[in-house]
């Protein structure tokens, strides 16, 4: 049920989320489903209205650092700096977890993912419950996340209350960065990047090294695949034509699942070869393509098409475009490059 924000529908959002049901709000990334930390069976239903793994942990939504520190038992030099930097905003801290976050939030890890979300709406909603919301995005698990409220209302339809705004700001999921005293651990890359980071620490005095290997599980959206639209996404060099990848494709096309492990995504394909096909063109600028990438993956799947495919083009380098390129990889069903 989509309602524009106002303070009826924030308040009985507020009361929905009191009585445990969840909420779908806007943030500046994608649309989150939240549901209170406080409320199990509302963290219970999040997993069942998206049919999530309980092993994928969720991040937690605060209104500012006083709100984030209640549910974190440590809070290092780095987290001040990072915080002072970049919240609200795209950026995902993991601490060790105070005893008000449960293991079913964390899927039994020590550390909890906070962020502050730089969206009205969102913050609006976070002060009304006055407690931290859990959120991870608002579609069925491995699903192209949505970036419109209308995305989701095509995910749940009517059995999710909807606050309907802009979102989308940014684009995709928020960086994620594991914090252990000053050692950190990039989990999951986002628009803020790791030379950001640096700078901002640099800038506030603070030292702090990296730890290069994430262990898979702790952050979310770490499996092989993940972002997937509904019909096959094929990841292609820039100069292939449309003839070679429709050539290429079909030699290796039992290779495109069906449907994949874990997630309840069933790709549409041709009983015979493929033979209609279309491209996903982003902008050259990433944090552009970075706001584009969902809508587009979700329209182009809607379009009537057998296939998508996307150019990896030599000039797609940095940090964002790496971002961006890491959703790709997890939305695509095969590889030619």
């Known amino acids: 049920m989509p309602l524009t924000p106002s303070p009826e529908s924030l308040s009985a959002a507020a009361q929905l989320l009191e ?97 502050s979300p730089d969206h009205p709406v969102a913050r609006q909603l976070i002060q009304l419950a006055q407690v931290p919301l859990a959120a991870p995005s608002a579609n069925r698990f491995g699903h192209t996340s949505p970036s419109t409220w209308q995305h989701v209302q095509d995910e749940f339809g009517e059995a999710v209350y909807i606050l309907k705004a802009d979102s989308g700001r940014v684009g995709i999921e928020s960086t994620v960065l594991k914090m252990d005293g000053d050692e950190l651990t990039l989990l999951r890359p986002g628009m803020v990047s790791r030379g950001q980071i640096d700078a901002a620490l640099a800038q506030a005095g603070v030292k702090a090294r990296w730890r290069e290997a994430a262990i898979r599980g702790e952050a979310p959206g770490q499996m092989k695949h993940h972002y997937m639209p509904r019909i096959p996404l094929v990841l292609v060099p820039a100069e292939m034509t449309e003839s070679e990848i429709l050539a290429r494709v079909n030699t290796r096309r039992d290779e495109i699942p069906h449907q994949l492990e874990g997630v309840d995504l069933r790709l549409e394909r041709p009983t015979g070869a493929y033979h209609e096909l279309r491209e996903l063109r982003l902008p050259d600028d990433a944090e552009l393509a970075a706001r584009r990438l969902y809508a587009d993956l979700r329209a182009l799947a809607e379009s009537g098409t057998e296939l998508l495919y996307f150019r990896c083009k030599d000039g797609q380098t940095g940090e964002h475009w790496a971002a961006v390129l890491e959703r790709l990889t997890k939305a695509a069903s095969l590889s030619l490059l």
Do not use: N, Q
């Not at 806007?26 to 489903?33: M, N, R, S």
């Not at 650092?65 to 995902?92: I, N, Q, S």
């Open 19 to 115: 009585r445990g049901d969840v909420v779908a709000m806007p943030t500046e990334t994608v649309y989150g489903l939240a549901a209170r930390i406080d409320r199990e069976d509302g963290l219970k239903r999040i997993f069942a209205v998206k049919e999530r793994p309980f092993f994928d942990p969720l991040i937690v939504h605060v209104d500012g650092v006083k709100m984030a520190r209640t549910c974190a038992r440590e809070w290092p030099p780095t987290a001040d700096a990072l915080t002072a930097a970049f919240w609200p905003g795209p950026l995902t801290i993991v601490l060790p977890k105070s005893e008000l976050v449960s293991d079913l939030i964390t899927s039994g890890l020590d550390g909890v993912g906070l962020r």
